[in-house]
């Protein structure tokens, strides 16, 4: 039974991290979205309300500040279009609520096998439908790129003890 729970333990320990670096990656996606967002309303409105104002008693150069405020503003538009922050974000944390429901189950099951609450033939079939679904998940997490900075801060933030797992749940 010892390399049952090891297995069971492994798929874990992967959820854990899985849930936390896709939670990250949203959060650094969600950033990117107001960061763009947010100057983008402000230069739209800028734009608006200049192209109302009187531009022909100002100075040369200020009358050419609405087009460079447009042509930025469709920059930012652009980028904001084609990254699809908004899907991005969802996707990030669909998977990584996939990740955390994985992960329970996994405790679940560990706590049915130390209270010995199930027969060996039912722990078999669950673990294969652990690693079916861990397999489904990491299928779906392939759509949604996340960085090497979005693990390693993951790994400091299990590290220190954010999510509340002990030495024992995360060593392998």
């Keep these: 039974m010892q ?13 854990i991290f899985g ?3 896709h ?11 107001y960061w763009i967002g947010i100057p983008l309303v402000a230069l739209n409105v800028i734009i608006g309300t200049t192209l ?17 405020l447009a042509f930025v503003a469709a920059l930012l538009a652009a980028y904001q ?10 996707g990030h944390r669909n998977v990584a609520n996939d990740y955390l429901a994985l992960m329970k189950k ?11 609450a199930i027969d060996q033939n039912v722990i078999m079939e669950m673990i ?15 759509a949604y790129h ?12 299990i590290d220190a003890g954010e999510e509340g797992y002990t030495e024992k749940e995360l060593s392998l």
């Design 52 to 68: 109302f104002a009187n531009l022909e008693n100002l100075e040369n150069w200020v009358k050419h500040l609405p087009a460079i």
């Design 128 to 142: 294969e439908d652990l690693g079916s679904e861990a397999a489904r998940i990491n299928k779906a997490a392939a």
């Design 3 to 15: 390399h049952t729970l090891e297995k069971i333990k492994h798929i874990k320990v992967d959820s």
């Design 106 to 116: 996994c405790d679940r099951i560990q706590g049915y096998i130390d209270d010995k």
């Design 19 to 21: 849930k936390k670096k």
């Design 23 to 33: 939670f990250n990656a949203a959060d650094r996606k969600q950033n990117y979205h």
């Design 81 to 90: 279009t084609f990254f699809n922050f908004s899907k991005q974000v969802e």
């Design 146 to 157: 996340v960085s090497d900075k979005d693990y390693k801060l993951a790994q400091k933030g």
